[in-house]
């Protein structure tokens, strides 16, 4: 069973940086797409960025210019960077891994918190 493991969630002031960390426990498929979705309460998932195995990047528009997302194909593993973080930044994030046949694995989710 493959596996998908965050870290770096916690707790930053307004303004302040996070940067978040996913590895892949098994390497039984090839990796089409790498992507951060988030979750705040009481609304819906919605992705924040994704990268392809090609390095074709997308962002929401709420993060564009401040947050940036990174992959290594090799290391199966996906970063991102998350600078000038607004409280309205604050959800669950989750990574997600899809396959080139569409098959879809999700991360735990680790929780950012941005407050004063």
């Known amino acids: 069973q493959v596996q998908l493991v965050e870290s770096g969630g916690g707790l930053v002031q307004p303004g302040g940086s996070l940067r978040l960390s996913c590895a892949r426990s098994?390497?039984?498929?090839?990796?089409?797409?790498m992507g951060w979705y988030r979750q705040a309460p009481g609304k819906q998932r919605e992705l924040v960025a994704q990268?392809?195995?090609?390095?074709?990047?997308n962002y929401a528009d709420s993060v564009k210019g401040r947050f940036t997302i990174s992959g290594d194909n090799a290391k199966n593993t996906v970063w991102l960077q998350m600078n000038s973080l607004k409280p309205e930044d604050t959800a669950v994030y989750y990574c997600?891994?899809?396959?080139?046949?569409?098959?879809?694995?999700w991360g735990q989710g680790t929780q950012v918190t941005v407050s004063s």
């Open positions: 990268i392809t195995r090609g390095g074709s990047t």
């Open positions: 098994r390497n039984i498929f090839t990796v089409n797409t």
């Open positions: 997600n891994f899809v396959s080139f046949i569409g098959t879809e694995y």
